[in-house]
């Protein structure tokens, strides 16, 4: 019985006319494992890339120069489960495209395809997905296993392999089970600490002419970007101003109001400059907790459209991330019932800026409308004060997105604090900190870090204990 076993087993292994084929799977093997040790030798390294990159950047399987890049086939599933998502649907449909692309000029995708210019190959792994590789604590049987399966196997087979991520935890797991692992940093842009204001030291002269004139040529400040705060001083007195488009510096009124409210300190003062002008299109305010960003924004908008008549009304759009672990399709009652604790935030911050009264006469005329980001798809935002709040926790693509639909007439104002981002995809120097240094100097931007504090005592000192913890 062993025998005939045996013999079954041979001549299942040989070919036409009794040929022994093995050696033919042999020879494969041999020359996977020479294809892996001579890419090893020239320094090409192994990258497998997740949903979360493709996401951010479609195009960022064709980024790793010279480099095999492994996409696992449950990142393309993960794609097409995201087709219609109303933030990252588009994002998946281009990186679906481009894959089609591939397909149709190479015939397929499951052996490596040259990519780029720089002899960088891409395949799609429909194999190594075993997660008996994974220590027991990591098989789990979801999609982050089989990516961490496939990365393992191809480890474990000589090459020099990276996970490569925007996924936070997606890292750790990579670095827990001892992968490589990286976040995707193409889009980074490296943050100069640029705040939109800057102190400058003047001659007594030059200072009476702004005075004077509301504008002055400052050779001090011709190099800064346009809209750049100043807080200016001499011999004789202080004062704040603000870069034009030309180069000259405009003066800044310290008594300037919207809709009420006065500007505090130095930098509240230049925001406020910056929002009353309909010239600066896009309008980031940074700053922590408590400094004002939010009632600057909302009294400018009520301002724009209830006083000056600029636009028709205030559209806040504010992400929808998940609050104590309930999405909102799970929260009881209606749409407007579920989106309560979201849009009860903007009108807080409005009631304690302004009485009861106006609150109730802007909602009952419809001036200001609160709506979850995903209400902006397809969507041309025609005559309207736009404000983006929580920023911050916006991926850069979904960002420029909503910029893209600021239509005729309209104005958006960001509204951000880095420090406190729900969404673990986006890190401190991509999302709205990119968007910020590429923006940078353009006419139609400006942008000012708020620092100073306008809330209760204990809240200023909580905000500053969560700081030093870095949370």
């Not at 309909?278 to 939010?294: E, M, N, Q, Y």
């Not at 309560?340 to 009631?351: H, I, S, Y």
């Not at 504090?453 to 809240?459: D, F, G, Q, V």
Request: net charge negative; glycine share 10%; proline share 3%.
């Amino acid at each position: 019985m062993t025998q005939t076993s045996h013999d079954e087993t041979s001549a299942d292994k040989r070919g036409e006319g009794g040929a022994d084929v093995r050696g033919e799977g042999v020879a494969e093997v041999a020359g996977d494992l020479a294809a892996v040790q001579g890419a090893v030798a020239k320094g090409c390294r192994t990258y497998v890339i997740d949903t979360s990159v493709l996401l951010s950047d479609p195009r960022a399987m064709l980024r790793f120069a010279e480099h095999e890049v492994v996409l696992p086939v449950v990142v393309v599933t993960e794609l097409e489960a995201k087709r219609h998502h109303p933030e990252l649907g588009y994002f998946a449909r281009q990186a679906l495209r481009l894959l089609d692309d591939l397909r149709v000029k190479e015939g397929r995708l499951d052996h490596a395809v040259s990519v780029g210019e720089d002899g960088g190959t891409l395949r799609v792994e429909l194999n190594h997905t075993d997660p008996r590789v994974l220590p027991d604590g990591f098989r789990l049987g979801d999609n982050d296993t089989r990516i961490l399966a496939v990365a393992k196997h191809l480890a474990d087979s000589g090459r020099h392999v990276t996970i490569v991520s925007k996924d936070l935890p997606m890292r750790v797991k990579a670095s827990a089970v001892g992968l490589d692992a990286e976040e995707y940093r193409h889009e980074w842009k490296v943050d100069s600490g640029w705040t939109g204001i800057v102190e400058l030291e003047v001659a007594p002269e030059q200072l009476d002419a702004l005075y004077e004139n509301g504008r002055a040529e400052m050779p001090e400040a011709k190099d800064l970007p346009v809209h750049t705060g100043l807080v200016l001083s001499s011999a004789r007195g202080s004062g704040l101003g603000r870069v034009g488009a030309d180069g000259a510096v405009r003066q800044v009124r310290g008594d300037r109001d919207a809709f009420g409210l006065h500007g505090r300190s130095a930098e509240q003062r230049i925001a406020l400059d910056l929002l009353l002008d309909p010239d600066v299109g896009i309008i980031s305010l940074g700053g922590r907790a408590g400094t004002g960003k939010s009632a600057l924004a909302l009294c400018a908008g009520l301002e724009a459209v209830m006083e000056r008549r600029q636009h028709r009304k205030v559209i806040v759009f504010r992400p929808l991330y998940a609050v104590g672990g309930q999405e909102l399709g799970y929260l009881p009652g209606t749409e407007n019932e579920k989106m309560g604790p979201w849009a009860q935030a903007v009108f807080d911050t409005l009631g304690a800026v302004v009485s009861t009264e106006v609150v109730e006469e802007v909602i009952d005329r419809g001036l200001l409308e609160v709506l979850p980001l995903t209400h902006i798809r397809g969507r041309s935002l025609h005559d309207a004060f736009v404000i983006v709040d929580e920023a911050q926790s916006l991926e850069r693509n979904v960002l420029l997105t909503v910029l893209s639909r600021v239509g005729q007439n309209s104005r958006v104002v960001l509204t951000h604090d880095v420090a406190q981002r729900d969404n673990l995809r986006v890190g401190r120097h991509d999302g709205v900190a990119a968007v910020i240094e590429t923006l940078k100097g353009h006419p139609l931007f400006a942008h000012v870090t708020l620092t100073r504090s306008e809330r209760s005592p204990i809240a200023a000192l909580v905000t500053d204990l969560l700081e030093g913890l870095d949370i």
